[in-house]
Protein backbone atom coordinates (compact mmCIF):
# COMPACT_ATOMS: atom_id res chain seq x y z
CA UNK A 1 0.00 0.00 0.00
CA UNK A 2 1.35 3.33 -1.30
CA UNK A 3 2.02 6.28 1.28
CA UNK A 4 -0.68 8.14 -0.30
CA UNK A 5 -3.09 5.72 0.09
CA UNK A 6 -2.48 5.15 3.96
CA UNK A 7 -3.35 8.74 4.62
CA UNK A 8 -6.66 8.50 2.51
CA UNK A 9 -7.77 5.41 4.74
CA UNK A 10 -6.77 7.21 7.48
CA UNK A 11 -8.53 10.72 6.44
CA UNK A 12 -11.51 8.51 5.97
CA UNK A 13 -11.51 6.34 9.18
CA UNK A 14 -11.54 9.96 11.07
CA UNK A 15 -14.47 11.43 9.14
CA UNK A 16 -16.36 8.35 9.97
CA UNK A 17 -15.59 9.13 13.61
CA UNK A 18 -18.75 11.02 15.24
CA UNK A 19 -19.41 11.87 18.68
CA UNK A 20 -16.94 12.75 21.59
CA UNK A 21 -16.72 8.71 22.12
CA UNK A 22 -16.12 7.25 25.79
CA UNK A 23 -13.22 9.84 26.83
CA UNK A 24 -15.36 12.82 25.29
CA UNK A 25 -18.46 11.60 27.46
CA UNK A 26 -16.99 11.32 30.79
CA UNK A 27 -14.64 13.97 30.60
CA UNK A 28 -18.09 16.64 30.32
CA UNK A 29 -19.41 14.34 32.92
CA UNK A 30 -16.24 15.40 35.06
CA UNK A 31 -16.75 18.88 34.04
CA UNK A 32 -20.09 18.92 34.55
CA UNK A 33 -19.22 17.57 38.43
CA UNK A 34 -16.40 19.53 39.32
CA UNK A 35 -18.67 23.05 38.11
CA UNK A 36 -21.47 21.49 40.78
CA UNK A 37 -18.23 20.59 43.49
CA UNK A 38 -17.25 24.45 43.16
CA UNK A 39 -20.46 25.92 43.32
CA UNK A 40 -21.48 23.61 46.10
CA UNK A 41 -18.08 24.12 48.02
CA UNK A 42 -17.61 27.94 47.58
CA UNK A 43 -21.41 28.28 48.71
CA UNK A 44 -20.58 26.35 51.53
CA UNK A 45 -17.46 28.47 52.72
CA UNK A 46 -18.53 31.70 50.88
CA UNK A 47 -19.67 33.61 54.29
CA UNK A 48 -16.48 32.68 55.86
CA UNK A 49 -14.62 34.34 52.68
CA UNK A 50 -13.44 37.89 52.20
CA UNK A 51 -14.78 39.76 49.28
CA UNK A 52 -11.17 39.82 47.52
CA UNK A 53 -11.18 36.00 47.96
CA UNK A 54 -14.26 35.08 46.65
CA UNK A 55 -13.81 37.67 43.49
CA UNK A 56 -10.16 35.72 43.15
CA UNK A 57 -11.88 32.44 43.71
CA UNK A 58 -14.51 33.06 40.75
CA UNK A 59 -12.12 35.09 38.11
CA UNK A 60 -8.96 32.37 38.65
CA UNK A 61 -11.64 29.58 38.16
CA UNK A 62 -13.30 31.27 34.88
CA UNK A 63 -9.70 31.97 33.00
CA UNK A 64 -8.26 28.48 34.27
CA UNK A 65 -10.62 27.36 32.52
CA UNK A 66 -10.70 28.79 29.25
CA UNK A 67 -7.00 28.53 29.53
CA UNK A 68 -7.21 24.78 29.83
CA UNK A 69 -9.65 24.91 26.85
CA UNK A 70 -7.14 26.66 24.70
CA UNK A 71 -3.97 24.62 25.93
CA UNK A 72 -6.46 21.05 25.06
CA UNK A 73 -7.44 22.50 21.50
CA UNK A 74 -4.13 23.41 20.89
CA UNK A 75 -2.75 19.90 21.49
CA UNK A 76 -5.70 18.29 19.32
CA UNK A 77 -7.39 16.74 22.92
CA UNK A 78 -10.73 18.60 21.21
CA UNK A 79 -12.95 16.44 23.87
CA UNK A 80 -11.09 17.59 26.78
CA UNK A 81 -10.85 21.21 25.48
CA UNK A 82 -14.83 20.95 25.21
CA UNK A 83 -15.33 20.00 28.74
CA UNK A 84 -12.96 22.33 29.96
CA UNK A 85 -15.21 24.89 28.07
CA UNK A 86 -18.35 23.46 29.93
CA UNK A 87 -16.63 23.93 32.76
CA UNK A 88 -15.75 27.69 32.30
CA UNK A 89 -19.57 28.07 31.08
CA UNK A 90 -20.72 26.53 34.50
CA UNK A 91 -17.88 29.17 36.30
CA UNK A 92 -19.60 31.64 34.78
CA UNK A 93 -23.35 31.07 35.74
CA UNK A 94 -21.67 30.84 39.53
CA UNK A 95 -20.15 33.73 39.42
CA UNK A 96 -23.03 35.91 38.28
CA UNK A 97 -25.04 34.58 41.12
CA UNK A 98 -22.93 34.96 43.86
CA UNK A 99 -21.44 38.16 43.04
CA UNK A 100 -25.24 39.16 42.84
CA UNK A 101 -25.43 37.84 46.42
CA UNK A 102 -22.74 39.39 47.48
CA UNK A 103 -23.45 42.70 46.35
CA UNK A 104 -27.05 42.46 47.38
CA UNK A 105 -27.80 42.84 43.41
CA UNK A 106 -31.77 43.58 43.04
CA UNK A 107 -33.60 42.74 40.28
CA UNK A 108 -35.21 40.07 37.88
CA UNK A 109 -33.97 37.16 38.54
CA UNK A 110 -34.47 35.66 34.73
CA UNK A 111 -32.33 38.88 33.35
CA UNK A 112 -29.20 36.73 35.55
CA UNK A 113 -29.70 33.51 33.90
CA UNK A 114 -29.72 35.32 30.50
CA UNK A 115 -26.99 36.98 31.21
CA UNK A 116 -25.38 33.97 31.95
CA UNK A 117 -27.16 32.20 28.99
CA UNK A 118 -25.32 34.92 26.77
CA UNK A 119 -21.79 34.16 27.90
CA UNK A 120 -22.53 30.33 27.42
CA UNK A 121 -23.85 31.11 24.25
CA UNK A 122 -20.52 33.78 22.73
CA UNK A 123 -17.98 30.79 24.52
CA UNK A 124 -19.45 28.13 22.33
CA UNK A 125 -19.11 30.49 19.33
CA UNK A 126 -15.57 32.16 19.67
CA UNK A 127 -14.75 28.48 20.52
CA UNK A 128 -16.67 26.29 18.54
CA UNK A 129 -17.49 24.37 21.35
CA UNK A 130 -20.95 22.10 19.96
CA UNK A 131 -21.31 21.00 24.12
CA UNK A 132 -21.03 24.89 25.00
CA UNK A 133 -23.90 25.51 22.62
CA UNK A 134 -25.86 22.67 24.37
CA UNK A 135 -25.46 24.23 27.90
CA UNK A 136 -26.33 27.71 26.49
CA UNK A 137 -29.43 26.17 25.03
CA UNK A 138 -30.45 24.21 28.08
CA UNK A 139 -29.95 27.66 29.85
CA UNK A 140 -31.90 29.70 27.91
CA UNK A 141 -34.45 27.05 28.29
CA UNK A 142 -34.33 27.77 32.26
CA UNK A 143 -34.74 31.86 31.23
CA UNK A 144 -37.32 30.57 29.03
CA UNK A 145 -39.19 28.70 31.55
CA UNK A 146 -38.95 31.85 34.17
CA UNK A 147 -40.17 34.67 32.41
CA UNK A 148 -43.27 33.15 31.36
CA UNK A 149 -43.86 32.39 35.44
CA UNK A 150 -43.39 35.81 35.98
CA UNK A 151 -45.41 37.32 33.14
CA UNK A 152 -48.00 34.96 32.97
CA UNK A 153 -47.65 34.95 29.07
CA UNK A 154 -46.07 33.04 26.29
CA UNK A 155 -42.16 34.23 26.10
CA UNK A 156 -41.18 34.94 22.28
CA UNK A 157 -37.79 35.79 22.72
CA UNK A 158 -36.39 32.49 23.46
CA UNK A 159 -37.40 31.58 19.96
CA UNK A 160 -34.56 33.65 18.61
CA UNK A 161 -31.49 32.23 20.40
CA UNK A 162 -32.83 28.88 19.92
CA UNK A 163 -32.83 29.92 15.65
CA UNK A 164 -29.35 30.79 16.22
CA UNK A 165 -28.30 27.92 18.29
CA UNK A 166 -29.84 25.42 16.05
CA UNK A 167 -28.54 27.01 12.38
CA UNK A 168 -25.21 26.65 14.10
CA UNK A 169 -25.77 22.72 14.98
CA UNK A 170 -26.38 22.75 11.13
CA UNK A 171 -23.78 24.86 10.08
CA UNK A 172 -21.66 21.73 11.98
CA UNK A 173 -24.15 18.72 11.41
CA UNK A 174 -23.95 18.04 14.69
CA UNK A 175 -27.13 15.60 15.32
CA UNK A 176 -27.41 15.72 19.24
CA UNK A 177 -27.28 19.71 19.01
CA UNK A 178 -30.25 19.28 16.62
CA UNK A 179 -32.27 16.89 18.86
CA UNK A 180 -31.66 19.12 21.78
CA UNK A 181 -33.25 22.47 19.68
CA UNK A 182 -36.06 20.12 18.16
CA UNK A 183 -36.65 18.89 21.89
CA UNK A 184 -36.93 22.78 23.16
CA UNK A 185 -38.60 23.58 20.04
CA UNK A 186 -41.41 21.16 20.52
CA UNK A 187 -42.09 21.94 24.74
CA UNK A 188 -42.12 25.80 24.01
CA UNK A 189 -44.79 24.74 21.48
CA UNK A 190 -46.65 22.57 23.83
CA UNK A 191 -46.28 25.14 26.22
CA UNK A 192 -47.63 28.22 24.67
CA UNK A 193 -51.16 26.16 24.92
CA UNK A 194 -51.01 26.37 28.20
CA UNK A 195 -49.72 29.64 28.99
CA UNK A 196 -51.82 31.58 27.07
CA UNK A 197 -55.39 32.21 26.83
CA UNK A 198 -55.88 30.63 30.25
CA UNK A 199 -54.67 27.29 29.13
CA UNK A 200 -57.44 26.99 26.51
CA UNK A 201 -54.96 27.76 23.31
CA UNK A 202 -53.87 24.19 22.70
CA UNK A 203 -55.14 24.17 19.08
CA UNK A 204 -52.93 26.26 18.23
CA UNK A 205 -49.88 24.22 19.33
CA UNK A 206 -51.54 21.09 17.16
CA UNK A 207 -52.18 24.08 14.23
CA UNK A 208 -48.45 24.63 14.30
CA UNK A 209 -47.47 21.44 14.94
CA UNK A 210 -49.31 19.78 12.19
CA UNK A 211 -48.12 23.08 9.60
CA UNK A 212 -44.28 22.24 10.47
CA UNK A 213 -45.40 18.46 9.86
CA UNK A 214 -46.90 19.32 6.62
CA UNK A 215 -43.82 21.43 5.66
CA UNK A 216 -41.34 19.29 6.38
CA UNK A 217 -42.78 15.83 4.07
CA UNK A 218 -43.12 18.25 1.30
CA UNK A 219 -39.62 19.00 2.00
CA UNK A 220 -38.57 15.40 1.65
CA UNK A 221 -40.98 15.42 -1.32
CA UNK A 222 -40.21 17.73 -3.12
CA UNK A 223 -36.48 18.71 -2.36
CA UNK A 224 -35.02 16.28 -0.72
CA UNK A 225 -31.72 16.92 -2.22
CA UNK A 226 -31.43 20.75 -0.74
CA UNK A 227 -29.41 21.80 1.59
CA UNK A 228 -30.42 24.11 4.81
CA UNK A 229 -27.08 26.01 6.26
CA UNK A 230 -24.88 23.30 4.73
CA UNK A 231 -26.67 19.94 5.92
CA UNK A 232 -29.06 17.67 3.53
CA UNK A 233 -32.54 17.78 4.57
CA UNK A 234 -32.68 13.93 3.95
CA UNK A 235 -30.01 14.52 6.91
CA UNK A 236 -32.56 17.16 9.52
CA UNK A 237 -35.98 16.84 8.29
CA UNK A 238 -36.78 13.31 9.71
CA UNK A 239 -36.21 14.30 13.26
CA UNK A 240 -37.68 17.45 12.98
CA UNK A 241 -40.51 15.89 11.52
CA UNK A 242 -41.09 13.65 14.77
CA UNK A 243 -40.67 16.74 16.76
CA UNK A 244 -43.47 18.61 14.93
CA UNK A 245 -45.59 15.25 15.26
CA UNK A 246 -44.99 14.94 19.11
CA UNK A 247 -46.02 18.81 19.56
CA UNK A 248 -49.30 18.42 17.36
CA UNK A 249 -50.32 15.19 18.98
CA UNK A 250 -49.98 16.93 22.54
CA UNK A 251 -51.64 19.90 21.57
CA UNK A 252 -54.75 17.47 20.14
CA UNK A 253 -54.48 15.60 23.38
CA UNK A 254 -54.76 18.52 25.34
CA UNK A 255 -57.90 19.67 23.60
CA UNK A 256 -59.31 15.96 23.65
CA UNK A 257 -58.46 15.10 27.84
CA UNK A 258 -57.86 18.04 29.65
CA UNK A 259 -59.90 20.61 28.62
CA UNK A 260 -62.89 18.18 28.81
CA UNK A 261 -64.94 19.27 25.34
CA UNK A 262 -68.81 17.62 24.58
CA UNK A 263 -68.95 13.91 23.04
CA UNK A 264 -69.45 14.74 19.73
CA UNK A 265 -66.60 17.14 19.86
CA UNK A 266 -64.45 14.63 21.34
CA UNK A 267 -65.37 12.44 19.06
CA UNK A 268 -64.64 14.51 16.31
CA UNK A 269 -61.18 15.74 16.98
CA UNK A 270 -60.41 11.58 18.13
CA UNK A 271 -61.34 10.76 14.73
CA UNK A 272 -59.03 13.39 13.08
CA UNK A 273 -56.23 12.77 15.60
CA UNK A 274 -56.21 8.79 14.54
CA UNK A 275 -56.64 9.38 10.75
CA UNK A 276 -53.31 12.14 10.99
CA UNK A 277 -51.40 9.51 13.24
CA UNK A 278 -52.36 6.62 10.50
CA UNK A 279 -51.46 8.76 7.90
CA UNK A 280 -48.16 9.58 9.97
CA UNK A 281 -47.65 5.93 10.13
CA UNK A 282 -48.45 5.15 6.37
CA UNK A 283 -46.06 7.83 5.28
CA UNK A 284 -43.27 6.30 7.94
CA UNK A 285 -42.98 2.99 6.48
CA UNK A 286 -43.50 3.95 2.80
CA UNK A 287 -40.54 6.63 3.28
CA UNK A 288 -38.81 4.00 5.61
CA UNK A 289 -38.47 6.21 8.64
CA UNK A 290 -38.80 3.89 11.38
CA UNK A 291 -38.85 6.91 14.07
CA UNK A 292 -41.73 8.22 12.34
CA UNK A 293 -43.78 4.75 12.36
CA UNK A 294 -42.98 4.07 15.84
CA UNK A 295 -43.70 7.35 16.70
CA UNK A 296 -46.76 7.06 15.22
CA UNK A 297 -47.51 4.05 16.79
CA UNK A 298 -47.24 5.19 20.21
CA UNK A 299 -49.79 8.12 19.56
CA UNK A 300 -52.09 5.87 18.40
CA UNK A 301 -52.01 3.71 21.58
CA UNK A 302 -52.04 6.51 23.57
CA UNK A 303 -55.12 8.27 22.29
CA UNK A 304 -56.80 4.51 22.00
CA UNK A 305 -56.11 4.04 25.85
CA UNK A 306 -57.57 7.92 27.05
CA UNK A 307 -60.72 7.32 25.02
CA UNK A 308 -61.19 4.08 26.69
CA UNK A 309 -60.54 5.16 29.97
CA UNK A 310 -62.13 8.74 29.42
CA UNK A 311 -65.96 6.99 27.75
CA UNK A 312 -65.46 3.57 29.86
CA UNK A 313 -68.62 4.88 31.58
CA UNK A 314 -70.74 4.32 28.62
CA UNK A 315 -69.97 1.01 27.32
CA UNK A 316 -72.30 0.98 24.66
CA UNK A 317 -70.55 4.07 23.40
CA UNK A 318 -66.98 2.49 23.57
CA UNK A 319 -67.80 -0.57 21.85
CA UNK A 320 -69.23 1.24 18.42
CA UNK A 321 -66.56 3.36 18.80
CA UNK A 322 -63.85 1.10 18.96
CA UNK A 323 -65.90 -1.20 16.78
CA UNK A 324 -65.95 1.89 14.04
CA UNK A 325 -61.92 2.63 14.17
CA UNK A 326 -61.20 -1.23 13.68
CA UNK A 327 -62.84 -1.40 10.78
CA UNK A 328 -61.27 1.79 9.35
CA UNK A 329 -57.81 0.94 10.23
CA UNK A 330 -58.52 -2.44 9.05
CA UNK A 331 -59.41 -1.09 6.26
CA UNK A 332 -56.37 1.46 5.88
CA UNK A 333 -54.07 -2.26 6.60
CA UNK A 334 -55.57 -3.33 3.22
CA UNK A 335 -55.18 -0.38 1.07
CA UNK A 336 -51.39 -0.08 2.58
CA UNK A 337 -51.14 -3.46 1.51
CA UNK A 338 -52.52 -2.49 -1.98
CA UNK A 339 -50.22 0.20 -2.76
CA UNK A 340 -47.10 -1.82 -1.55
CA UNK A 341 -48.05 -4.47 -3.69
CA UNK A 342 -48.56 -2.76 -6.34
CA UNK A 343 -45.31 -0.61 -5.97
CA UNK A 344 -43.77 -3.96 -6.17
CA UNK A 345 -45.40 -5.10 -9.33
CA UNK A 346 -44.37 -1.85 -10.95
CA UNK A 347 -40.95 -2.41 -10.04
CA UNK A 348 -40.55 -5.69 -10.86
CA UNK A 349 -39.85 -6.82 -8.15
CA UNK A 350 -42.55 -9.76 -8.19
CA UNK A 351 -42.50 -11.77 -10.77
Known sequence: MTPDGEQQIFAELVGRRRGPGLAGILGILGAVLLGFAAMSFVAANWQEMSRLLRLSIIFAGLLGSYAAAALLFERRMDAFAHAAVLLGVAVFGAGI????QMYHIDGRPPFAVLVWALGGLGAG????????LVASALVFALWWGWEPVLANRAHLPFLL???GI???FLAERWRPGLHVVGALAAAWIVWLGYIENHGHLHWLGALIGLAASAALV???????????FGAD????????????MVAAFAGSFAMQFIENPALPELVLLAAVTMGLLLGGIVYGVRAGLRAIVWLGYTGFSAEILS??????????GSSVFFLVAGLIVIALAGLA????????????AVP
Open 97 to 100: MLIA
Open 125 to 132: VLLRSNPA
Open 161 to 163: PLA
Open 166 to 168: GAM
Open 218 to 228: AALEKAPDANL
Open 233 to 244: VRAVAPPALGYA
Open 307 to 316: LYFNTVGTLL
Open 337 to 348: WRLHRAEELRQG
